[in-house]
């Protein structure tokens, strides 16, 4: 699967700029030809001005339509990093699957919230994890701070998966988190992992990280960006993976028998 990462510039409560920024760079993108598009988290608002339920898009109307048009226009598949989602007194921070034909694939609501920021406070956490097919390829989704907890890629890595999405909003104070954690999704699971982080500042002025990538599942970086605009592409070969599981099959020697209880 060839993938295009927009690492774009976020305008913080800017959702009418931002969707311009979506539309200009999906089109530079579609020269590689790409397969699917990723966008980073919260790309109409960024991350994230208060309060949310003022800025929050209804039943992700807005960004749906948006999604969807751009994924009929260039018949391609988009992973639609995350929005604002606003479902009756609740918000979400949901991300949405469109297939080529512009159709919606799946929604996958960020299941750990990030409290340092209050983030907990300001959304409602999601219950479930997501697996979903785009062109025959098994594929799954996590949201920024969800890289964090091991056990979610490990659960969609036993589901199948052979690439993690990933959308984020993180900021340079911690690159060295980010760049560790994504790679060692991608080695510990044996799956391509595309990451794609915002550029820009947060609403308190701070920097965000960029450097999105591209993964494989030896750990080698096909694709990495700088911190400011960029367009990543790589092709994410299924035979890459099979090679590397053959050589060394790390989920077949788990031994769960000795991990019981961790969930205490």
């Known amino acids: 699967m060839k993938v295009s990462i927009l690492q774009m510039p976020i305008l913080p409560g800017e959702p009418v700029k931002n969707t311009g920024t979506l539309y200009r760079m999906a089109g530079q993108a579609m020269h590689d030809r790409p397969d699917t598009l990723l966008l980073p988290e919260l790309w109409r608002l960024g991350f994230y001005p208060k309060p949310i339920r003022d800025y929050a898009d209804p039943d992700g109307s807005d960004a749906r339509a948006t999604l969807s048009r751009l994924a009929q226009r260039y018949q391609v598949n988009i992973v639609g990093g995350s929005v604002a989602n606003a479902i009756g007194p609740q918000v979400f921070n949901s991300c949405y699957v469109f297939d080529r034909l512009g159709r919606q694939v799946t929604t996958y609501h960020k299941t750990h919230l990030f409290s ?34 091991p ?27 980010w760049q560790t954690l994504i790679r060692a999704r991608a080695i510990e699971n044996q799956i391509f992992v595309a990451a794609c982080n915002e550029a820009g500042t947060l609403p308190s002025g701070e920097p965000l990280a960029g450097h999105s990538a591209l993964i494989d599942p030896w750990g ?20 890459i993976r099979q090679q590397i599981r053959q050589s060394m099959d790390i989920l077949n020697d788990r031994r769960p028998d000795l991990y019981r209880g961790l969930d205490r």
């Open 116 to 149: 340092p920021s209050g983030e907990d406070q300001d959304f409602t956490a999601g219950d479930k994890l997501v697996t979903f097919q785009l062109d025959g390829v098994t594929c799954g989704v996590l949201i920024c701070y969800d890289i964090r907890f």
């Open 151 to 177: 056990e979610l890629a490990r659960r969609l890595a036993l589901e199948g998966i052979e690439i993690l999405f990933l959308p984020a909003a993180w900021p340079l104070a911690r690159l060295i988190h």
């Open 220 to 239: 080698e970086i096909l694709a990495e960006a700088g911190e400011g605009e960029a367009i990543l592409f790589a092709n994410l070969r299924p035979v």
